[in-house]
């Protein structure tokens, strides 16, 4: 298993520019969900998802938009990117159903707008 | 969910246990204790979770009290690989988990 993967790893866009941070997952787990971390800071929950077609909002989720078509990923986009946007991005995914909910994480991808 | 506090740094020496504490006095009863762990700049990663009896797996132990306020994460012998943020966060363990990261505590395991 890959576990949870996302791309890019490292991204530089100008104030202004869209673009899609990728996430997808091999274990079929139905929550998925986009954190932000900023320096210093611990990981503030953006969107999540408990299912293809389920989506809703974490607690910073301005700015940001996600669909979930499938189980396996989870894109996250950026329509209109903003230096407040600057952030380390981590997405993660878990079983729906307990006790098996641990959530796994990806290794981030890095985005600064300047 | 119920708050958490947490020392922000610890030091413990390699091979020593590392004992780091976490209040969580406003938890409820269906609320459990996780913990994770984030190494320099990776994701976060799960280490345990309780709702009122200690645990153990292969990479710690987790000591509860009985009254529910406090909890203690311990890595029995730990290494220099243990050097991480630690999390401690109360949540309930059903549907979608919104884990709330605070602060955590820094710690560092010295040579």
């Known amino acids: 298993n890959a576990g949870v993967t996302q791309t890019p790893k490292f991204q530089v866009l100008k104030t202004g520019q869209s673009m899609t941070l990728q996430c997808a997952q091999d274990?079929?787990?139905?929550?998925m969900s986009w954190y932000r971390q900023d320096p210093g800071m611990g990981l503030r929950l953006i969107h999540y998802?408990?299912?293809?077609?389920?989506?809703d909002q974490g607690e910073v989720p301005n700015g940001y938009n996600v669909s979930r078509s499938t189980t396996e990923d989870f894109p996250l986009r950026l329509l209109s990117a903003a230096p407040s946007q600057t952030s380390v991005y981590f997405c993660?995914?878990?079983?729906?159903?307990?006790?098996?909910?641990?959530?796994?994480f990806g290794p981030g991808t890095r985005l600064t707008v300047l | 969910d119920a708050k958490t506090t947490q020392p922000p740094s610890m030091d413990c020496a390699e091979g020593r246990a590392a004992n780091l504490p976490c209040n969580h006095s406003?938890?409820?009863?269906?609320?459990?204790v996780y913990w994770y762990r984030q190494i320099h700049s990776q994701g976060p990663q799960y280490i345990i979770h309780?709702?009122?009896n200690n645990e153990t797996n292969e990479m710690a132990s987790l000591i509860i009290t009985e009254d529910r306020k406090s909890s203690t994460l311990i890595l029995p012998h730990a290494t220099l690989r243990d050097t991480a943020v630690y999390y401690c966060?109360?949540?309930?363990?059903?549907?979608?988990?919104?884990?709330?990261f605070g602060q955590g505590t820094r710690l560092t395991i010295n040579p």
């Open positions: 998802s408990v299912g293809a077609g389920i989506t």
């Open positions: 406003t938890i409820s009863g269906n609320e459990y």
């Open positions: 966060i109360a949540i309930v363990i059903q549907g979608a988990q919104k884990l709330v």
């Open positions: 993660a995914s878990s079983y729906y159903r307990e006790p098996y909910n641990e959530q796994f």
């Open positions: 274990m079929n787990h139905e929550y």
């Open positions: 309780g709702l009122k």
